[in-house]
């Protein structure tokens, strides 16, 4: 079994909890789930219905604020954008809307068209998505093709930083989470793409794909 992160051939073992085997990668540092283990897109749907991320709710949009905020200081004006992994409620691409910028949406449940996926983009938003990634190599991949030289891909997901407390974690007890990314995953993936890492913040990471020469 392969890292689904970096593809590295020699993940270890890490935990058996309630019958769900984790393990961590030495090379990239990512937790996951067995592979094998993994929901099925029907238990992942149920699960996302529970949501109520309303786009209008305050609390809500302070949260994102914690990734809007660092990417908007580095957009420039009418930035190009996608909301990558929007949820029912795209609330972050209504909030980057609001400043003048133009978002396109996709979702694989609820903006599944993949039109938006045929674009390039000036910055890209993940908020609370990339701990679903089935595939994440593959996934970071298409997001860094869909990036203009210059642009921006900007993440948010909780990192994973102490082992003894793992099995307890709330990250980990969401049946739809089966990667966990520490910042030292995060810069490794963007290194392995050339891309500069920015961490402005806990849990939030800014990379940029270099300029053309």
Request: proline content about 10%.
């Amino acid at each position: 079994m392969d890292c689904p992160v970096c593809r590295s051939a020699q993940p270890e073992p890490l935990l058996q909890i309630a019958g769900r085997d984790y393990w961590r990668c030495p090379r990239c540092a990512a937790r996951f789930l067995d592979p094998r283990q993994q929901p099925s897109p029907e238990v992942e749907l149920r699960h996302y219905r529970l949501h109520r991320n309303d786009p209008a709710e305050t609390g809500y949009r302070r949260f994102l604020s914690r990734l809007a905020e660092p990417l908007l200081a580095r957009l420039a004006p009418a930035s190009q954008g996608l909301d990558y992994g929007c949820g029912p409620g795209p609330a972050l691409a209504e909030m980057l809307r609001e400043q003048g910028h133009r978002v396109a949406l996709y979702d694989p449940f609820f903006q599944p068209d993949p039109a938006p996926l045929q674009a390039r983009y000036d910055f890209i938003a993940c908020s609370e998505t990339a701990e679903h990634f089935h595939r994440p190599a593959e996934e970071f991949d298409r997001l860094a093709s869909l990036l203009h030289p210059g642009g921006w891909l900007a993440l948010m997901t909780c990192f994973q930083t102490d082992d003894s407390r793992f099995a307890g974690w709330h990250y980990r007890r969401d049946p739809t989470h089966v990667i966990f990314y520490r910042e030292e995953t995060l810069r490794y993936l963007a290194a392995e793409r050339g891309f500069d890492c920015i961490i402005p913040s806990k849990d939030v990471a800014l990379m940029r794909r270099p300029l053309l020469l």
